[in-house]
């Protein structure tokens, strides 16, 4: 098989290979059109999910200390009335005692089943407070969820009618480039898409503008431009790594600028 793609590599000229590079360019161009077209919408929208979705885990966050914290004060309430109960018993002990000791004994433990009643409410008082702090914090959040959805379906409903009105021409876009790739060598085709990929502007292939590489626009000596109109090889570049071409391989005049 691979000595099938080399033997149909080599029946391709440089000419054909190069002026097929450059309709594919071309394709490729308009398709970053169209993706420019959406401008940072898809980003927006994964950033908005992305922040939904963390603030709804703060809101469960909230939620399950509102629910640790009511447990909390339940188990508090409970201890009281066991003490209630404890202080009672106590209570009727008194007027069974035989001594001063008894009473003594008696007393302290009424006192401090008191002061764990007493602890017990300054707990079940924080817990409440606890509770509405974060209640307030829920509500805040919820409000903030809320708007972000908004923001979100807007943004959604905007790149969805976006993407509508291109989908078909981009999907046509592509099928053209599919057809277009196995009139290229697949070595060029490889450094021509690694070439696009670096680029700012995208273009892994531009023609000869005013004796300047039409891609880094950095004047290219005579002898060179000879080479390229010659169509014998594939020059690149040396400044910018572009692959070159001349213009009239392009299509266009020679002082025609650079599409993108």
């Given at each position: 098989m691979a000595?099938?793609?080399?033997?149909?590599?080599?029946?391709?000229?440089?000419?054909?290979?190069?002026?097929?590079?450059?309709?594919?360019?071309?394709?490729?161009?308009?398709?970053?059109?169209?993706r420019t077209v959406r401008g940072e919408l898809p980003l927006e929208v994964a950033d908005l999910e992305d922040h939904i979705k963390g603030l709804n885990t703060r809101v469960a966050n909230f939620k399950n200390e509102i629910d640790d914290l009511k447990r909390k004060s339940v188990a508090e309430k409970e201890k009281i009335n066991e003490i209630k109960t404890k202080i009672a018993r106590?209570?009727?002990?008194?007027?069974?005692?035989?001594?001063?000791?008894?009473?003594?004994?008696?007393?302290?433990?009424?006192?401090?089943?008191?002061?764990e009643i007493e602890l017990a409410e300054k707990h079940i008082g924080e817990y409440a407070r606890q509770i509405d702090a974060i209640t307030a914090e829920v509500q805040n959040t919820e409000s903030i969820l809320s708007d972000q959805m908004h923001i979100?379906?807007?943004k959604k409903s905007e790149l969805d009618e976006i993407v509508s009105e291109t989908k078909q021409d981009e999907e046509k876009l592509r099928e053209q480039a599919k057809e277009i790739e196995p009139k290229i060598d697949a070595r060029t085709l490889t450094a021509f898409k690694r070439i696009r990929k670096n680029a700012r502007n995208g273009l892994g292939i531009v023609y000869i503008q005013r004796?300047?590489?039409g891609g880094c626009f950095n004047r290219i000596p005579p002898q060179k431009q000879m080479e390229i109109k010659m169509?014998?090889?594939?020059?690149?570049?040396?400044?910018?790594?572009?692959?070159?071409i001349?213009?009239?391989?392009?299509?266009?005049?020679?002082?025609?600028?650079?599409?993108?």
């Open positions: 000595t099938a793609d080399n033997k149909n590599d080599k029946n391709m000229s440089v000419e054909s290979r190069l002026k097929s590079l450059y309709e594919l360019q071309t394709i490729l161009s308009q398709i970053d059109k169209i106590y209570e009727e002990q008194l007027n069974e005692v035989r001594n001063n000791r008894e009473f003594d004994d008696l007393t302290k433990q009424i006192t401090y089943e008191k002061l979100l379906e807007e004796n300047a590489c169509r014998k090889k594939v020059i690149v570049c040396e400044y910018c790594g572009r692959i070159m001349d213009p009239e391989l392009a299509g266009v005049e020679a002082d025609a600028p650079q599409s993108n």
